[in-house]
């Protein structure tokens, strides 16, 4: 590793601790709270941005509604939860 790519990793993970938003522990499996959400009208699924992009391997998300990640590793669902509670 040279030196000009480990200072873009520092200054990257610095920015990333700066920015980086705590979420709420919900207690609760993420689908569960998607579905239960979804069923008050709360939030509805994103429109699927990149059909060309889903994945055959990887969970689904219900959200986005494509492959390739689960709800569960879904930083945008993270950041619908949490406006809803801010
Ligand atoms: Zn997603």
């Given amino acids: 590793m040279d030196m000009c790519n480990s200072n873009v990793e520092l200054v990257e993970s610095h920015l990333n601790n700066k920015q980086k938003r705590k979420f709420v522990s919900l207690g609760m ?20 941005k990149f059909p060309k992009f889903i994945q055959k391997n990887g969970g689904y998300c219900k959200y986005h509604q494509v492959n390739g990640h689960s709800i569960r590793e879904c930083r945008a669902f993270k950041n619908a939860i949490q406006d809803l509670i801010d």
Avoid: D, Q, Y
């Avoid at 569960?32 to 429109?47: D, S, T």
């Fill in 29 to 48: 499996n993420l689908e569960k709270v998607f579905c239960i959400l979804e069923a008050k009208g709360v939030l509805k699924p994103l429109r699927p």
